[in-house]
């Protein structure tokens, strides 16, 4: 015997099951890490060299040979390297030779970006260089009193580059050394 019933039961439970199981495919939002880093806090650093500027207190430094020092930043696996040039009526050639390391980092480099600084009353003249990228050094610096000294700077970190990675410290880091510059003055 045939159920017309069961039969209209099960019709409409195959067709409700069947038509109303559609999963919507929907792309999940973009997670980004969230890095919280320490409110920055700098004092000035004192030693024999004809320039003194501002630090942060989250980096040691480690002084070397002819003013060249290294500012540690073990907490985020960064060095800021610095070093100091006495400039021979020839600055048009050493801040080229600056520049010409900074360009060579352009093999890695998605784009190299450059922004300049100046204060005239402390004669304080700088260039900083934001290099994108899987490069090996992200930010690069210098600094003249335009006539007898050079000073340049180069942030690296004890990594292989990635730079989405790393970029959270390159950005706080960054904000470091725009203060070292604002802060730089030269003793003579």
Not at 17 to 24: A, R
Not at 101 to 119: G, Y
Not at 137 to 152: A, C, H, M, R
Request: net charge positive.
């Amino acid at each position: 015997m045939f159920n017309y019933k069961l039969t209209i039961v099960l019709f409409v439970l195959f067709t409700v099951v069947f038509t109303s199981c559609k999963d919507e495919a929907y792309p999940k939002p973009k997670a980004y890490l969230k890095l919280e880093y320490p409110k920055a806090q700098y004092n000035l650093i004192k030693s024999n060299c004809n320039f003194e500027f501002e630090k942060s207190e989250l980096a040691t430094i480690n002084y070397k040979n002819n003013c060249w020092m290294e500012l540690n930043y073990e907490d985020l696996k960064a060095k800021i390297y610095i070093t100091y040039r006495p400039v021979n009526n020839n600055i048009e050639e050493v801040l080229k030779e600056v520049e010409k390391l900074t360009f060579e980092h352009t093999i890695k480099a998605d784009a190299i970006n450059s922004q300049s600084f100046e204060n005239t009353e402390r004669k304080v003249y700088s260039k900083i260089f934001f290099v994108e990228g899987n490069a090996a050094s992200n930010i690069q610096f210098n600094i003249t009193d335009s006539s007898k000294n050079v000073v340049t700077g180069a942030l690296y970190f004890y990594s292989k580059p990635h730079y989405d990675s790393i970029l959270p410290a390159v950005r706080y880091i960054e904000k470091d050394i725009r203060h070292l510059i604002e802060t730089f003055k030269w003793k003579n």
